[in-house]
Each structure stands twice: as C-alpha cells, then as structure tokens.
T-cell receptor, first 116, second 116 residues
Framework: AQKITQTQPGMFVQEKEAVTLDCTYD???????LFWYKQPSSGEMIFLIY??????QNATEGRYSLNFQKARKSANLVISASQLGDSAMYFC?????????????FGKGTRLSVIA | DSGVTQTPKHLITATGQRVTLRCSPR?????VYWYQQSLDQGLQFLIQ???????AKGNILERFSAQQFPDLHSELNLSSLELGDSALYFC???????????????FGEGSRLTVL
C-alpha cells in the first residue's frame, strides 16, 4: 500500500500568488515525521520543512508552511508569494517510528511551475 | 552545499557491466541511505547503513550491493547492468535524532547512471 500520496502530478501558479501542494499519508504508527523536499531541474534534493506527529503547531519556515491535519492524515505544503525560482518538483516524505534513524518514504512528487 | 559528496556525478556504461558509486556523508553523520530515482519518478529507497552495519533494506535488487566502511563512507555496487537501471542514484546521510535535530536527510547531488 502506498504510504505517501501526492495526487497532483503538476501545478501552475502565478508569480506572487500562494499555492498548496497536497500530500496524504498512511501509517498506524503514532510517532512519525513528515518532510517536504524541493528538487529543482539541477537535480539536488533540498529539505524545506518538517512536521512531527506530536507537534501541536503547524510548522513554518519562511515562505513555506505545512498545513498538518492529523485526523485527515494530510500534510499539505503551502508556499506563499510564489517566485519563479520555486519552479521545481516537490516531494512529500514520511518517516515512521520517528524516534530512530529510519528511512524516509517519498511520494511521487508534484511538479510546480510558476508563471510570470 | 549539503556536505554529502557523491562520485562520479555522471557515468555511462554498457549493459552487463558493473559500476561502483561512492558516497561520503556529512561529517559526524553515522547513517547513510541510498535511493534510486528513475525518470520522472519519486525516490525509491534501496538500503541504509548505520555506523558500518546494514540497518534497513528496501527495494534493492540482488544484483546491487552496498557497504559502509569504518571511515563511514559508503559504496553502492551495481552489477550485470540493464537498461532499466539507468537512473539518478542519491546518497543521503542523517545525524542521530534528538534535541532540535529533526532527522532530515541531507542529500548528495546524485550520480546519474546511463546504461546503453
């Protein structure tokens, strides 16, 4: 069963607008971590933001925020004030058993294109 | 710069051949992870090492093997290569989780393997 689902293969957003990238996850582990990564066309993987399953508040990092809805098992990434440099693939990932060094499981990604 | 170094960056070889990909983790990181990213796909977890020992295994083919050496660098060996093995191979490392450390993975720039 797929643990991370990103239902939007591609998204377009106007420059300076906000955009939400969807991510749902599946786990029975009460302790888990959720991560978002950005992969520009150059190929490197850039860590953006993290949300722990026990965190009370939604994570924020600059223009990135994570809309964490635990009951719905969703962890959507919100990018505010989009910039042309935000055009990239975005991957949602999860780690189960968040107390140890275990691998991240990635979704298939969403390709975001920012239009001037 | 993530601090994770991968060599070579690009590799072109023929079917049936064997290649070795090398990874040096961030200074102090004990965990090394290998991921495979095929064209327009998400990242597939292959294998994880922690302080020299195999910690977790994912969808790694029997033709592939890896090891982590006492100096913590890791090598991924791919043998009897097939056309379908063409992909971007990422190495990532992480610190021990605790305190403010969220355990995110720090990725190298990847080794792009082309099998002809």
């Amino acid at each position: 069963a797929q643990k991370i689902t990103q239902t939007q293969p591609g998204m377009f957003v106007q420059e300076k607008e906000a955009v939400t990238l969807d991510c749902t996850y599946d786990t029975s582990d009460p302790s888990y971590g959720l991560f978002w990564y950005k992969q520009p066309s150059s190929g490197e993987m850039i860590f953006l933001i993290y949300q722990g399953s026990y965190d009370q508040q939604n994570a924020t990092e600059g223009r990135y925020s994570l809309n964490f809805q635990k009951a719905r098992k969703s962890a959507n990434l919100v990018i505010s004030a989009s910039q042309l440099g935000d055009s990239a693939m975005y991957f949602c990932a999860m780690r189960e058993r968040n107390s140890g060094n275990t691998p991240l499981v990635f979704g298939k990604g969403t390709r975001l294109s920012v239009i001037a | 710069d993530s601090g994770v170094t991968q060599t070579p960056k690009h590799l072109i070889t023929a079917t049936g051949q064997r290649v070795t990909l090398r990874c040096s983790p961030r200074s102090g990181d004990l965990s090394v992870y290998w991921y495979q990213q095929s064209l327009d796909q998400g990242l597939q977890f292959l294998i994880q090492y922690y302080n020299g020992e195999e910690r977790a295994k994912g969808n790694i083919l029997e033709r592939f093997s890896a090891q982590q050496f006492p100096d913590l660098h890791s090598e991924l060996n791919l043998s009897s290569l097939e056309l379908g093995d063409s992909a971007l191979y990422f190495c990532a490392s992480s610190a021990v989780i605790g305190g403010p450390n969220t355990g995110e993975l720090f990725f190298g720039e990847g080794s792009r393997l082309t099998v002809l």
